[in-house]
T-cell receptor, first 115, second 113 residues
Framework: GAVVSQHPSWVICKSGTSVKIECRSLDFQATTMFWYRQFPKQSLMLMATSNEGSKATYEQGVEKDKFLINHASLTLSTLTVTSAHPEDSSFYICSASGVRNQPQHFGDGTRLSIL | GENVEQHPSTLSVQEGDSAVIKCTYS??????FPWYKQELGKRPQLIIDIRSNVGEKKDQRIAVTLNKTAKHFSLHITETQPEDSAVYFCAASGQGTASKLTFGTGTRLQVTL
């Protein structure tokens, strides 16, 4: 089945640091990738949708200058949390979609802890 | 935009009993409704999905029903087992499987012995 790899799985860093999270589709071409954020005991909230070769579409309330998304190829999207602060601590999950009418495939998530 | 409500937030059943989780959506244009199971610290796993041209779908102990007129859909788990214990999320999508998903608030299911 389709596999989406997300790296790193866990990050702990100091406040003010920028953190990059990678999302790769290993065995299919992902024309669209989605980035979600999940706070403890809450649901998944979509942050942005990225299409290969074009600018990401951000959901209302998500700061595009703080959460930089790059979808440079059909197998890789990156999310960079710039100048991270403790309130950015969360579980970040990507998903990827390739062939039409096939379900999205989720990565394993990245737990980000900002001290 | 789409809004998905999910009930109940917690559900405790005895092993072997059935569990039902209900969701309602607001956007009549939504046409794809997946259900996910998420264990602590793990990614959501698709357990079943249904499209708007189908009223019911079943996969072994799991079934989903969809009422387009009322804009609600439900997950039914029969013969529950302890390993069914997890958080379950419903979701809705407006343009098929490749579009963004709006998730419900989640149901924590606990199956007791």
């Amino acid at each position: 089945g389709a596999v989406v790899s997300q790296h790193p799985s866990w990050v702990i860093c100091k406040s003010g640091t920028s953190v990059k999270i990678e999302c790769r589709s290993l065995d299919f071409q992902a024309t669209t990738m989605f980035w979600y954020r999940q706070f403890p005991k809450q649901s998944l909230m979509l942050m942005a949708t990225s299409n290969e070769g074009s600018k990401a579409t951000y959901e209302q309330g998500v700061e595009k200058d703080k959460f930089l998304i790059n979808h440079a190829s059909l197998t890789l999207s990156t999310l960079t949390v710039t100048s991270a602060h403790p309130e950015d601590s969360s579980f970040y999950i990507c998903s990827a979609s390739g062939v039409r009418n096939q379900p999205q495939h989720f990565g394993d998530g990245t737990r980000l802890s900002i001290l | 935009g789409e809004n998905v409500e999910q009930h109940p937030s917690t559900l405790s059943v005895q092993e072997g009993d059935s569990a039902v989780i209900k969701c309602t959506y607001s956007d009549s244009a939504s046409n794809y409704f997946p259900w996910y199971k998420q264990e602590l610290g793990k990614r959501p796993q698709l357990i079943i999905d249904i499209r708007s041209n189908v009223g019911e779908k079943k996969d072994q102990r799991i079934a989903v029903t969809l009422n387009k007129t009322a804009k609600h859909f439900s997950l039914h788990i029969t013969e529950t087992q302890p390993e069914d214990s997890a958080v379950y999320f419903c979701a809705a999508s407006g343009q098929g499987t490749a579009s963004k998903l709006t998730f419900g608030t989640g149901t924590r299911l606990q199956v007791t012995l």
